[in-house]
């Protein structure tokens, strides 16, 4: 059978899609759900049981004995709770299978053991999975068993949001309102619903299941907090989209089958610059489907991994300095009736819907550049942010040539006259054809830049939910369409005002505009110049979720209240603080257990030598040498482990979620840098035969 049939055949087949729905529930039910789907509302419970017995019987038959509500803590990954479909047995002791529309609806879970910056104590335990019925229901197969999976938001016993999923369905509603607005201005009135589509890149790496476990900064930090550089890293770009290697084909290929049966549209393989390091792209989505395949892209990653004897890293930097993998999140809104509100057209200094779109969004990332950089922040991406073609944490826009150009004449003139035209490409070579280019070149420097009919937010964390950083954007460009509609509306004149209001908004928030190189020590100085934030670490961005310019952003949209922005900041703060004691604690028990034994060890070798030659008459110059570089670098390490000792103990003491997250940020992060310097010295210079666990030459080029 070809390949494309049978990913025809797989495709969603554990999936309770639209076509499955269509075929097990009766005509009148499934128009009402879809009615729903649409426009909102709720299922009345009698419905509600009809789709939930034909959920059953449909997962029933593919082998499924029980169901869980699938959610997204605050923890970053899901959470599940499985109960199987039997009911009590009946009085001949046959044992029944129920699922009713209640339990799809609504499931319970202990809100208290979930991060909830305090929203939730200990006895106040109770909280709620609720369906959204706007993401399909699915299947998954593993050890377990099949099990239906129902995927759900969850909110506490008061409602307030305790996942990534709510705030993200909320802004989503926010963002389709204000569209709206803004298109019944230009005159469309068949348009219902505008909807944010995402299509995340995952990027990841694969190394050996047997080294991995031989690394307890792997296993416990997920990236290594010890490692020497290996004689050849990514230096001659020989990686980047090179042949793949059929043990990671292997795996590429079963995770693929494995996300296609989940209808996730896995669509672009490929090698990624750094060694072991690959990438994985589907096509897009609506936000809040696509931010739930990302999690099961992840999770199945991970499992399938392991069946191959691998291990995957989605830490956002697991070696130093080899590229950093991340989550590039493209966006763009588009219509229920097929339109894109971010595509210019083929002449966008004309196009006035497109201008006055694009001056919003600008706008809307100039005025909560801290928030979108917040969006983007866990402790991983602090070592990924700013090289190896991760963006900067300076938040800017990349428009392209042409489109600078365009915004340059709008700003200086008032109007757009002319275009810059990609022309033709003339590769010189007869048989290959002429072709037509692109008007615009990229810049991989850029955190957020603008790629042909949609946005490419590029400082998200590969390890990281995608549900912040698409909230965010969805909210802040509400916010920008709303005012634009609250001016238009009232105009006499709309030709001329949205004409001064693109130009007003071009002229007030040029200074996010940049297409340079955003890695240069100039650009940081250029950018301080403008008042641009700077923002360079997660401990420092979390101010911004509590500013009072954001607290009335997200209560204008309903999107969170004061409390529930609070208690995210203390969520952000104390995940900072703990996963950095983490990797400080890895670092105390490798440093003291494993490295400085094996160091000691070789030294006695050494002396040894010493003693040897000396003994047959022969000056050691060498092995003294030698030696006493060892003993230094020996000595250096052991200062710094206690004084990293001595600054987590400290760290940890301190009550108070933000100035702990602080401490550790301006004085644990420093020390355990000040451990690792004399121990990768050492490592290039113990023999390999004593270096205790696998180096970064095993890891990255013996998969």
């Known amino acids: 059978m070809c390949a494309k049939a049978n990913i025809e055949e797989i495709f969603a087949k554990n999936v309770f899609t639209v076509g499955k ?10 128009k009402e759900v879809m009615q729903v789907r649409e426009e909102g509302g709720e299922l009345s419970l009698k419905t509600a049981d009809v789709v939930a017995a034909a959920m059953k019987d449909w997962a029933v038959s593919n082998g499924a004995t029980h169901f869980t509500h699938w959610f997204q803590p605050l923890t970053g990954i899901t959470a599940e709770k499985q109960d199987a479909f039997i009911k009590h047995p009946d009085e001949e002791g046959r044992c029944l299978l129920e699922f009713s529309g209640k339990e799809l609806i609504k499931g319970e879970a202990d809100a208290s053991s979930f991060p909830s910056g305090g929203l939730r104590a200990t006895f106040e335990a109770r909280g709620y999975t609720a369906w959204d019925m706007t993401s399909p229901a ?61 299509g995340p890149e995952q990027e990841y ?20 907090l010890f490692g020497a550089p290996a004689p050849k890293g990514q230096e001659l770009d020989d990686h980047y989209y090179g042949t ?11 995770v693929n089958t494995e996300l296609w049966k989940l209808g996730v549209t896995a669509k672009t393989q490929h090698n990624e610059a750094a060694p072991a390091q690959h990438e994985l792209a589907p096509i897009y989505e609506t936000a809040n489907i696509a931010m739930d395949h990302n ?21 956002e930097k697991p070696f130093t300095g080899v590229n950093g993998s991340g989550k590039h999140d493209n966006w763009s809104l588009n219509t229920d009736d097929g339109i894109n509100l971010i595509d210019p057209g083929d002449t966008p200094n004309e196009n006035i819907q497109f201008l006055l779109v694009l001056s919003c969004i600008l706008k809307a990332v100039d005025r909560h550049a801290d928030l979108l950089r917040l969006s983007a922040a866990c402790p991983g991406n602090d070592e990924r942010l700013g090289g190896s073609e991760a963006p900067p944490a300076i938040i800017s826009v990349f428009l392209g040539e042409q489109l600078e150009d365009v915004v340059r004449q709008l700003v200086e003139t008032g109007s757009a006259n002319t275009l810059i035209s990609g022309g033709k490409l003339k590769t010189g070579v007869s048989t290959l054809p ?32 995608i549900g912040s950083a698409n909230t965010t954007m969805n909210t802040i460009v509400a916010e920008s369409f709303a005012e634009a509609c609250d001016v238009l509306e009232k105009a006499e004149d709309f030709g001329t005002a949205v004409h001064d209001l693109i130009k007003k908004n071009f002229t007030e928030h040029q200074r996010i505009i940049f297409s340079g190189d955003g890695y240069s020590e100039e650009w940081v100085k250029e950018a301080a110049r403008r008042g641009l934030p700077n923002l360079p670490t997660m401990a420092e961005a979390i101010s911004a ?62 002396a040894d030598t010493v003693n040897s030659m000396r003994a047959a008459g022969v000056e050691p110059e060498v092995p ?64 390999k035969k004593y270096w205790p666990f696998p180096t970064y030459a095993d890891l990255m080029f013996e998969v």
């Open 21 to 30: 729905m269509k075929e097990y529930l009766p005509e009148q039910v499934f």
């Open 138 to 198: 699915f299947l998954k197969e593993d050890a377990i068993g099949v099990t239906l999976c129902i995927p759900t938001a969850f909110c506490s016993y008061k409602g307030e949001a305790l996942d990534m999923k709510t705030p993200l369905l909320r802004s989503m509603e926010a963002v389709s309102e204000q569209s709206i607005r803004l298109l019944r201005l230009f005159g469309n009135t068949t348009s219902k619903k505008v909807t944010a589509s995402v």
């Open 205 to 224: 790496f694969l190394v050996d299941r047997d080294k991995y476990l031989k690394r307890q900064d792997l296993i416990f930090a997920g990236r290594t």
């Open 244 to 254: 793949i290697e059929e043990s990671i084909g292997s795996f590429m290929n079963d």
């Open 295 to 315: 999690q099961l892209t992840m999770e199945i990653m991970k499992k399938v991994a392991t069946r191959h004897n691998l291990a995957c890293l989605l830490h």
């Open 434 to 465: 002429d072709f037509e280019k692109d008007a615009t070149d990229r810049n991989r420097t850029s955190p957020f830049a603008f790629t042909g009919n949609k946005f490419e937010f590029r400082s998200v964390g590969s390890s990281d939910s």
């Open 545 to 606: 979720l509590t500013t009072d310019k954001a607290v009335a952003l997200y209560e204008k949209f309903k999107i969170f209240t004061k409390a529930e922005l609070e208690s995210r900041s203390e969520v952000l703060y104390e995940t900072y603080s703990k996963t950095v004691n983490i990797e400080a604690h890895t670092m105390t028990g490798m440093a003291s257990k494993q490295i400085i034994p094996a160091v000691m060890s070789y030294a006695k070798s050494l």
């Open 624 to 687: 003294v040498k030698m030696l006493k570089q060892v003993n230094e670098l020996l000595s250096e390490m052991q200062d710094a482990l206690e004084k990293m000792k001595d600054a987590r103990k400290a760290a940890v003491g301190i009550s108070n979620q933000k100035e702990r997250a602080l401490t550790y940020l301006r004085t644990v992060v420093p020390a355990m840098k000040a451990l690792r310097d004399p121990a990768d010295k050492l490592e290039k210079i113990v023999s």
